[in-house]
C-alpha cells in the first residue's frame, strides 16, 4: 500500500519504503489538528480537581475512573466527557488541563497543534467564558516559550444544543476574536446537522473566522456535504464515512479538502470494529489528504505517538506512508505558508538523518 502522492520533498530521501520503526514515528515531527481540550483531562487530575473544587463525581477512586471508560458509541463516550469536566471551575484548572497536554506534545515531538475548546460546556454551569479561554491562551504562550511549541485555538459549538446558544457563544467569543484561529462543530452528530447551524457558521466567517466541522464521524457523507457546502469548511474533522459516496471521494481528492482522521478513537468509539479494518490508508491510497490525531487522548487510550504506533501495529506503515502523514498534518494548518516550510523543512531534515 504506497500513497499515490508523495510530496516532491521526500525524493532522495533513502529508504523509503522500509517499514516505519517505533523509533523513527516516535520522533517523527509532527503537528496535531484534531485534539479536545476537555478530552485531555486525565482520570488523575479529574480526580484530583473534583475534590478540590468539591464536585461530586460518581467515581471513588482514580481506578474507578478509568474502569468506566468502556464505550459503545460517540453518545456514551460524551456523556462521560461532560461529567468529567464539570470538575473544571478555575483559570488556573484550564492552564493546568493545557499545560499538561503540551508536555505530551513535548514527549511525542508535536511542534505544532491547533487546539480546541467546548466553552459551552463550561459556561452552560456558569464558568465565565474569559475563566476558559484566558487559563487556555496562558498555557498556549508558556508552551511557546518554555518549549518552543506553535499552537492555535479552535473553538468548536456543542450541536446537541441550539443554533441560538452557538451564536450567542460566539457573540461571547468576540473580543478574543484574534486569539482563535477558527470555529467548529463537535458532540453528537446523529440528528444535528451541519444545515442547523448555517446562520452561525455564516457570521462566523464574516467575524474572520476559518472553518471546521466534524462530519461523517458517525453521520452520513450528507452531512460532509452540507459541511462543505453550507457552512464552507476548510477542513473536515473526521469525515471516515466519505468512502461511502463516491462524488465526495472524488470532490475532496480534487480540492484536497483535509480530514483530521482520529484512529484509536474511532476504534474506541466503534466507528471501525478492529484497527484493522480502519480506512485511514484506503482513503489515503484514493489520493485524499489525511492525517491523524488523537480527538481525546485520555478517554481513548493515547497520544498522538500512540495512535501512529497502533496503525503500525495493525498495517504495514512504510516511512513514506509516514511522512505523508506527518506533511500533510503540516500542510493542512492554519499557519502561514513560510511556517509550513520551516516544518516540512524540519521534517526533511529528520528522514534524510535518520538512522
Ligand atoms: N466527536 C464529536 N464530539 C466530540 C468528539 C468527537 O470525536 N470528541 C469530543 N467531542
Ligand atoms: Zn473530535
Not at 18 to 38: C, I, N, Q, V
Not at 153 to 178: C, G, I, N, Q, Y
Not at 222 to 230: G, K, V
Amino acid at each position: 500500500m504506497i500513497p499515490s502522492v508523495i510530496p516532491a520533498d521526500f525524493s532522495g530521501v533513502p529508504k523509503l519504503t522500509e517499514l516505519a520503526s517505533r523509533e523513527f514515528l516516535a520522533g517523527l515531527p509532527k503537528a496535531e489538528l484534531h485534539m479536545h481540550l476537555d478530552g485531555a483531562l486525565s482520570p488523575a487530575m479529574m480526580f484530583a480537581l473534583g475534590q478540590r473544587n468539591q464536585v461530586s463525581l460518581p467515581y471513588s477512586s482514580v481506578e474507578e475512573i478509568e474502569a468506566a471508560y468502556q464505550f459503545t458509541n460517540l453518545q456514551s463516550f460524551l456523556d462521560l466527557l461532560y461529567q468529567g469536566a464539570s470538575v473544571l471551575k478555575r483559570e488556573q484548572d484550564f492552564y493546568d488541563l493545557t499545560r499538561d497536554y503540551f508536555l505530551k506534545c513535548k514527549a511525542d515531538n508535536v511542534l505544532h497543534t491547533e487546539l480546541s475548546f467546548d466553552p459551552q460546556s463550561h459556561t452552560e454551569r456558569g464558568i465565565p467564558f474569559a475563566t476558559v479561554i484566558n487559563g487556555i491562551l496562558r498555557a498556549m504562550d508558556d508552551a511557546k516559550k518554555d518549549w518552543g511549541i506553535s499552537s492555535k485555538l479552535v473553538m468548536d459549538f456543542l450541536r446537541h444544543l441550539s443554533a441560538d446558544s452557538a451564536m450567542k457563544t460566539l457573540e461571547e467569543s468576540l473580543p478574543w476574536k484574534d486569539k482563535i484561529i477558527a470555529v467548529g462543530l463537535d458532540s453528537s452528530e446523529l440528528g444535528h446537522p451541519p444545515s442547523k447551524f448555517t446562520e452561525v457558521f455564516a457570521r462566523a466567517r464574516a467575524e474572520g473566522y476559518r472553518i471546521v466541522a466534524h462530519a461523517g464521524e458517525e453521520g452520513p457523507p450528507s452531512y460532509i456535504w452540507e459541511a462543505i457546502d453550507l457552512l464552507k469548511v476548510e477542513r473536515i474533522d473526521h469525515g471516515v464515512r466519505s468512502d461511502e459516496d463516491p462524488k465526495l471521494m472524488e470532490y475532496l481528492r480534487e480540492t484536497q479538502i483535509p480530514l483530521t482522521v482520529c484512529p484509536l478513537s474511532n476504534v474506541r468509539l466503534c466507528v471501525f470494529d478492529k484497527m484493522a479494518d480502519h480506512n485511514l490508508f484506503a482513503l489515503m491510497d484514493a489520493g485524499l489528504r489525511v492525517m491523524i490525531n488523537s480527538d481525546d487522548p485520555t478517554y481513548f487510550g493515547g497520544y498522538l505517538n500512540d495512535n501512529y504506533f497502533a496503525l503500525a501495529d495493525a498495517f504495514p506503515l512504510t516511512r513514506e506512508q509516514a511522512l505523508l502523514l506527518a506533511h500533510n498534518s503540516f500542510t493542512s494548518s492554519f499557519i502561514s505558508d513560510a511556517e509550513k516550510q520551516e516544518f516540512i523543512d524540519q521534517l526533511k531534515n529528520y528522514a534524510k538523518n535518520f538512522h
